[in-house]
């Protein structure tokens, strides 16, 4: 059973506990996108990992953990973590591979990711991270980037001298100041030896594993609406976390996989700029943010909160083929008297969109309708059977489904690896 997951919503769906609980059963986790922009928090015991660029699965001694082609990576921010999964007890030696055709985020990649946020206009500012993601992924499609297999290369540091300064030539044009060559030249002399044990022929190594009948594991980064193509556009990221990005970041075809698992929050959170229909600025924002832990893995950021946006639901089952459904987080409703579901946006002359508009303007004129349904008031964080939630919290699961389309498979109830429940699959 091969299976891709994906965030069905602006990302920090709890993808990372989600990962790591169907990893039981996988034999090979595939990072297939994103960079270190992303954070995926799994708690065991009364411990916390944060990973941003390792799969998850390399919490599973055993477990094969791949960074496809899809991936840029920072090769710094890598062996930082690399390091603090070894401290943690994990050995990755033999069962850690880096796909020799990822590309690389480098310092003039970050360089240029701050000096192009810092010149764009207040209102027009994208809230990036400023980790040269969008900037790497930029190079990799003008044909100039630097992949992980370059490194390999005798003029390695010849490509660094060009690299910085063709960087230089943007940074001095938007008013920043212009980066060294030989420094960055020896800046990265080290990370070669470093890295080099792990860089693989990831497209060889994932079919001989599909070959031998192994069980293969697809995680994404971010999620649906941050997709370069089907997302806030421009609130975006750089790649495509949505299903069909498993395929070209992998280099698996369509008809390897047999199943997709969307991880979807049972309220809905955004960080940075761009639009939120149902964000909350009031008590119930507030309440979801600090019941909730709403800050970011990797920035710290507080997380805006609203309540669950069924048009974004359907809209993530459509695009991605969801088959089935990890829903997280229902243990932070669990105060509600009252649980509202957005089933549409209403603009001013009464017309209602039930599906996501392209065009983001429209939402700055609509208001989202709302189905109010009663909240169940009790402590769920201690049930292991889906048959014991409180009646109205299933009703509420229920109409969200019936909403969304798609099955439910895993009902997360707490932020513990122990809080999660299996139900389909």
Known sequence: MNTVLVGAQWGDEGKGKVIDFLTEEADVVVRFQGGSNAGHTVVVGDRK??????????LHEGKHCVIGNGVVMDPFDLMKELEQVESWGFALKGRFHISERAHMVCEWHRALDRAEEAARAQDAKIGTTGRGIGPA???????????????LRPDFQDRVRAQVEEANRALTALGAQALDPEEMVRLYAPMVKALMPYVTDTIQFIHDKLDAGANLLFE???????????????????????AGGACTGSGVPPRKIDRVIGVIKLYTTRVGEGPFPTELDDADGETLRRRGGEFGATTGRPRRCGWFDAVIGRYAQRVNGVDYWAM??????DTFPVVKICTG???????????????????????PVYEEMPGWQCETSHITRYEDLPANAKAYIARILELIGGKLGVLSVGPARETTLRINI
């Open 49 to 58: 990992y944060v990973l941003h660029l390792v799969p998850s699965g390399v």
């Open 137 to 151: 992924y930029a190079a990799k499609v003008g044909r100039f980037g630097m992949r992980v297999g370059d490194i």
């Open 220 to 242: 994404g980064a971010q999620a649906t609406m941050l997709d370069i193509d089907f997302g806030t556009y421009p609130f975006v990221t750089s790649s495509n976390p949505t």
């Open 328 to 333: 997280t987080k229902l243990d932070v409703l």
């Open 345 to 367: 946006y209403r603009r001013k002359d009464g017309f209602v969109y039930t599906t996501f508009p392209a065009d983001l303007d429209v939402l700055k004129w609509c208001e």
